[in-house]
């Protein structure tokens, strides 16, 4: 990852430069990286840059890993793609820009970890207010702004297992493909046949979700709306509730 980011860095500094002595090394890059989470440790984001490296108001860390003109430096050509290639890349893959680090991100994620026996499904908004053209509006949110990513979690440590970016309808899909399923089939691929056990809530639940993860030896506990028609009638007559739990486990409801 860092060695991708190193490339892309280097070689946006040196085209708005006009030259190629700008250079970044993997050490520096890494200290910046470090910088970058002690900020947000700090809750320091909306802070200034100057004043983290202020004798009075800053922390010491700043100061001592990394003058501060050399990190405004670095995080203003910071880049996670190449350029020349960026238009190409678009065409076949809307989160180009920074989809190789985020790939290998999750790579590096399943590499590290084996997840527990149950595993949740979500969906997260990063904050971001971009102009971006797969930005989500959810008012809804604390930051009603920003990108929507589908998520696979370990239940216990809260260790993400997968996850890739909503980034608008997929003309791949099947015409009565169900969106909330093929997220759940993608997000649990790595971990099919292993007995895992995926807890879900309305947005995703279905008895056909059930039963395609059953056939994989994965099972499935989540809410689900009792107005879906795979629904048993005698169920839909108790008015006291909106929502039940489907534990679907065996090839049976």
């Known amino acids: 990852m860092l060695k991708h980011i190193k490339k892309c860095t280097e070689a946006e500094a040196q085209r708005l430069l006009g030259n190629d002595s700008w250079s970044l090394h993997l050490e520096e890059l890494d200290a910046f990286v470090a910088l970058l989470y002690v900020r947000g440790a700090l809750g320091a984001r909306c802070i200034e840059v100057d004043e983290l490296w202020s004798k009075k108001w800053g922390a010491p860390f700043f100061t001592d890993t990394k003058s501060r003109n050399r990190f405004r430096k670095i995080l203003k050509y910071l880049c996670f793609d190449e ?22 991100f999750i790579e590096n994620c399943q590499l590290n970890y084996i997840p527990g026996s149950n595993v949740t499904v979500d969906k997260q908004l990063f904050p971001s207010r971009t102009r971006c053209p797969y930005l989500e509006y959810m008012p809804n949110k604390p930051d009603k702004f920003g990108i929507k990513f589908w998520l696979l979690a370990d239940v216990e440590t809260k260790y993400l297992c997968n996850g890739f970016p909503y980034v608008g309808k997929n003309k791949q899909r099947a015409p009565n493909g169900k969106l909330p399923e093929q997220v759940v089939m993608k997000l649990v691929a790595p971990y099919r046949n292993k007995g895992q056990n995926v807890t879900t809530d309305n947005f995703f639940t279905t008895v056909t979700l059930g039963e395609r993860l059953v056939k994989e030896k994965t099972s499935l506990v989540g809410t689900i709306n009792h107005a879906r028609k795979e629904i048993p009638n005698t169920i839909k007559k108790n008015e006291n509730s909106s929502l039940y739990v489907c534990s679907l486990e065996k090839e049976r409801w």
């Open 83 to 104: 350029k020349n290639t960026r238009s190409e890349c678009l065409k076949s893959d809307k989160f180009a820009l920074i989809s190789t680090t985020w790939n290998h």
